[in-house]
């Protein structure tokens, strides 16, 4: 049976729970022919090279040669390190899939046949590389709706549900002006989803936690929604919270020469700062519209 590709918090505010106990990724191959990078700093390339995590969100153009990404991937992989790219957006109990295929078990096509849509297939597919490594970060779809829609939940998705973590005091304020922008998304009610917005972010992080204590030499490139409903910088707020990480947020579409990402730490005194910051990132900003959601 087709597993459909999640679609954010505005239908069912999809992204995965599950399991943390997922097989080990493989090793990494040989460096994959890519275009070549743009010319970068000694600086630039520093701050790459010691990030632990990577944000971008996913656009359709995100895969293609010579973006952003692949120049990343080919400077970390030109300084022998193993490089996973992390999918917020398939539930992590799809992780043996890819272990499958890793492991010849199972081909491309029938990955993708399992993984995603017919028409996200070409997109996806331009990230199956044999020496990347792949780990699924979200929450199943299900539970998400169950938990917006304010259905009881099973024993089992109870126990799928994140722990320990600590939304900073206003967060609640800062979705709700965000959603009350969206006439989709003012039909539900306001608290329920606040809560799956959570769960969805909050297991995002998890599972990077997760990702880093089970293969601490990898770099793990994650892609977010391209949506206002997940926030690139509270996830990595929630993933600071559980383990001391250095993680780079890059700007959207922003050509890799001129991106300026925000560099976030763990601080002596403060659980989370902000040590670069990018004078274009975007910020919460309640006077701004806020951006198109997807159904």
């Known amino acids: 049976m087709k597993h459909s590709w999640p679609l954010l918090l505005t239908a069912a505010l999809t992204s995965g729970c599950g399991s943390l106990r997922q097989p080990p990724l493989p090793q990494s191959a040989q460096i994959a022919a890519v275009a070549p990078a743009p010319m970068v700093d000694d600086a630039w390339a520093a701050k790459v090279r010691s990030a632990d995590a990577i944000y971008f969100s996913l656009t359709e153009s995100a895969m293609a040669a010579g973006q952003p990404i692949w120049h990343i991937v080919r400077l970390l992989q030109a300084s022998g390190q193993p490089v996973a790219l992390g999918w917020a957006e398939v539930p992590a109990t799809q992780q043996p899939l890819f272990e499958q295929w890793k492991g010849q078990e199972i081909s491309a096509a029938q990955l993708l046949d399992q993984?995603?849509?017919?028409?996200?297939?070409?997109?996806?597919?331009?990230?199956?590389?044999?020496?990347?490594?792949?780990?699924?970060?979200?929450?199943?779809?299900?539970?998400?709706?169950?938990?917006?829609?304010?259905?009881?939940?099973?024993?089992?998705?109870?126990?799928?549900?994140?722990?320990?973590?600590?939304?900073?005091?206003?967060?609640?304020?800062?979705?709700?002006?965000?959603?009350?922008?969206?006439?989709?998304?003012?039909?539900?009610?306001?608290?329920?989803?606040?809560?799956?917005?959570?769960?969805?972010?909050?297991?995002?992080?998890?599972?990077?936690?997760?990702?880093?204590?089970?293969?601490?030499?990898?770099?793990?490139?994650?892609?977010?929604?391209?949506?206002?409903?997940?926030?690139?910088?509270?996830?990595?707020?929630?993933?600071?919270?559980?383990?001391?990480?250095?993680?780079?947020?890059?700007?959207?579409?922003?050509?890799?020469?001129?991106?300026?990402?925000?560099?976030?730490?763990?601080?002596?005194?403060?659980?989370?700062?902000?040590?670069?910051?990018?004078?274009?990132?975007?910020?919460?900003?309640?006077?701004?519209?806020a951006p198109r959601l997807r159904a």
């Not at 299900?142 to 973590?165: C, M, N, V, Y």
């Not at 990595?236 to 890799?256: N, T």
Request: charged share 30%; net charge positive; proline share 7%.
């Open 115 to 289: 993984l995603v849509r017919p028409e996200r297939a070409a997109f996806f597919r331009g990230a199956l590389r044999p020496d990347l490594g792949h780990a699924a970060l979200g929450c199943p779809g299900k539970l998400l709706g169950k938990i917006r829609d304010g259905e009881t939940l099973s024993e089992e998705e109870q126990a799928q549900l994140p722990t320990g973590f600590h939304p900073r005091p206003d967060a609640f304020e800062i979705f709700a002006d965000r959603v009350t922008a969206s006439a989709r998304l003012r039909r539900y009610n306001i608290r329920r989803l606040y809560r799956a917005h959570l769960v969805a972010e909050q297991t995002i992080a998890e599972n990077i936690v997760r990702f880093r204590r089970e293969h601490p030499q990898w770099k793990l490139l994650v892609f977010l929604p391209n949506d206002a409903m997940i926030d690139p910088r509270e996830v990595a707020a929630f993933a600071a919270q559980k383990m001391p990480l250095r993680q780079l947020i890059l700007d959207r579409s922003q050509p890799l020469q001129e991106a300026q990402p925000q560099l976030l730490a763990r601080g002596r005194r403060s659980l989370f700062k902000v040590v670069d910051c990018s004078p274009g990132a975007a910020r919460h900003d309640r006077r701004l519209a």
